[in-house]
């Protein structure tokens, strides 16, 4: 069954009861505001987006996706709004706090057991704000085939997070990450057509940042933290999935992983100018670097892993890899829709290291489900007769489940995967979330309007159009001669080689459980692997 992609949902109207449209047109003239000062966003490239996805009726039921739209007579009786979104001369954050009393709590102490049931604020101010340090990796990523620097960072990392509008996050990008893969990766790289391509192996994969001196007073901890990049939507995923795990080394040879997810993180080649060192070698001796200066100074060091799809689960490689070499490091990972990694050896081993992982998932959002389809943690009950199986993906951590139709913001009729995917949706919902069952948050102060950045899940009331974030003429500029021109970039804004200035060596006491991985990886033949669109 064909379905229509994202930008075809958006024009779907569902009826509405009088005092329904009221509410709804109530909400959206809060919007308009002819006195308010207009904000440009930062320019981002335009995005790849499918047209179209097929998905076979038995895969949908096993999914539990309800493929058919909402019927009239149902539609009728969806939530409305029990407040309109904030106006808009309303600040889009709260006040900062100092939360530093709830530190150990906030980075995962008792597995958020405490802060979850209902969301504390706190807390869900924390999420939001690694999700949209996350969310910097879209962002500021080069989408443009026809740039020379497709596939890198739109910006130095000096200036990344002030030309994104999260100065004010209280952190500071200290290094930029590049990831390849032996693996094959249809369409997971980005590929520039221009013949003089910055970089023909390597994309831009996210990079490390660190608290500064008043934010980690106010956190309670100086707080090290690493952003992984994932892709724009899902729509692939059913082409392309192997599921084939890995089996990572290091003294724990039942621990598994996904495949294509360790080609990613681990490959290098000396051929290349940007990956002569793996992204896992990359984060890891900058993430040394930064808990050994600060350690010196005598403050309390976290490391804060965060990532959306295919980000998620760099992030959870990243965190086993981070517990393994750095026992006394307290490592958390704060995911979004992120896919399974590995087998439950894999899982019980993050446990056993005390990485705390709390996993954020929309009920609708199908990339969680995978991979393992039907081979996952649902068949633990059975190991009583099966015994446990090394070959069966299991999630690790803690869920915070979230749902489309909680938001009276959000279409709740049909299905956009892309949309349910989406970061911006999973922020929205976040931010609105109290408990389960619970009401949308009425007092929610994150702009609405940025769940249709790069889709076209708000309801059509609101008046806010569809994947609204477009650069003006495509990227083009007029020159002083009137002539249209690709702009070039500032010097600063240039990608430059990763160096470290010499060739890096670990001690033993700083051997990584993928070192032999990566090597097995780079002398096996390609296969294709589960990151066409994550």
């Not at 009786?77 to 939360?99: Q, Y």
């Not at 994969?205 to 994932?230: H, L, P, Q, T």
Request: glycine content about 8%; proline content about 6%.
């Amino acid at each position: 069954m064909a379905l229509s992609s994202s930008n075809a949902l958006c024009h779907h109207s569902l009826p509405l009861s009088s005092t329904k449209h009221s509410l709804l047109a109530a909400a959206a003239s809060h919007r308009a505001n002819p006195g308010a000062t207009t904000v440009e966003p930062p320019p981002l490239q335009e995005r790849r987006t499918s047209c179209s996805i097929n998905i076979p009726a038995t895969l949908s039921n096993l999914l539990h996706l309800h493929l058919a739209r909402t019927s009239d007579d149902s539609a009728t009786h969806l939530r409305t709004p029990t407040a309109a979104p904030a106006g808009s001369n309303t600040p889009a954050f709260s006040p900062k706090e100092d939360i530093s009393s709830l530190c150990q709590e906030i980075h995962g102490r008792g597995d958020w057991s405490t802060l979850l049931s209902p969301l504390h604020p706190w807390l869900r101010r924390e999420i939001i704000k690694y999700g949209e340090l996350a969310q910097a990796t879209y962002n500021a990523f080069d989408f443009n085939p026809f740039s020379e620097f497709c596939g890198s960072c739109l910006y130095g990392r000096h200036r990344l997070l002030e030309k994104l509008g999260l100065a004010r996050s209280g952190y500071t990008v200290s290094k930029y990450v590049y990831a390849m893969s032996h693996v094959e990766l249809p369409r997971w790289l980005e590929r520039s057509l221009h013949a003089d391509a910055w970089s023909t192996d390597s994309n831009w994969m996210g990079y490390v940042a660190v608290s500064d001196d008043a934010e980690s007073r106010r956190i309670g901890c100086r707080d090290i933290v690493v952003a992984w990049r994932g892709t724009v939507a899902p729509t692939e995923w059913f082409e392309d999935i192997q599921g084939k795990l890995e089996p990572l080394d290091g003294g724990h040879s039942e621990v598994k992983v996904e495949h294509g997810f360790l080609g990613v993180y681990t490959s290098k080649s000396e051929r290349t100018r940007y990956n002569k060192t793996s992204a896992s070698e990359q984060v890891m001796a900058e993430v040394r670097r930064l808990v050994s200066h600060y350690r010196q100074q005598g403050e309390e060091v976290s490391l804060t892993i965060a990532g959306h799809s295919l980000g998620g689960a760099l992030a959870l490689l990243n965190a086993y890899e981070a517990a393994s070499t750095m026992p006394n490091l307290p490592v958390s990972v704060i995911s979004f829709g992120a896919p399974r990694v590995g087998n439950e050896a894999f899982a019980e081993r993050l446990k056993e290291m005390k990485v705390k992982v709390l996993r954020v998932v929309v009920k609708q959002d199908v990339v969680p489900k995978m991979p393992g389809i039907l081979f996952n943690e649902g068949l633990k009950r059975f190991e009583g007769v099966t015994g446990t199986l090394e070959w069966v993906y299991t999630h690790a951590g803690v869920e915070l489940g979230l749902d489309v139709k909680a938001s009276p913001f959000l279409k709740h009729g049909g299905i956009d995967m892309a949309g349910f995917h989406n970061l911006e949706t999973y922020l929205h919902l976040v931010d609105g979330f109290l408990s389960s069952g619970r009401e949308f948050r009425s007092n929610a102060k994150r702009d609405v309007a940025l769940v249709n950045k790069d889709s076209g899940m708000l309801r059509e009331e609101l008046q806010i159009p569809p994947c609204w974030s477009q650069v003006a003429n495509k990227g083009m500029v007029c020159n002083a001669q009137g002539r249209w021109v690709k702009p070039t970039r500032e010097a600063e804004d240039i990608p430059s080689p990763y160096r470290e200035g010499a060739a890096m060596r670990s001690s033993p006491s700083q051997a990584s459980p993928y070192r032999e991985a990566a090597m097995q990886l780079q002398s096996s033949p390609s296969q294709a692997a589960v990151l066409g669109m994550l």
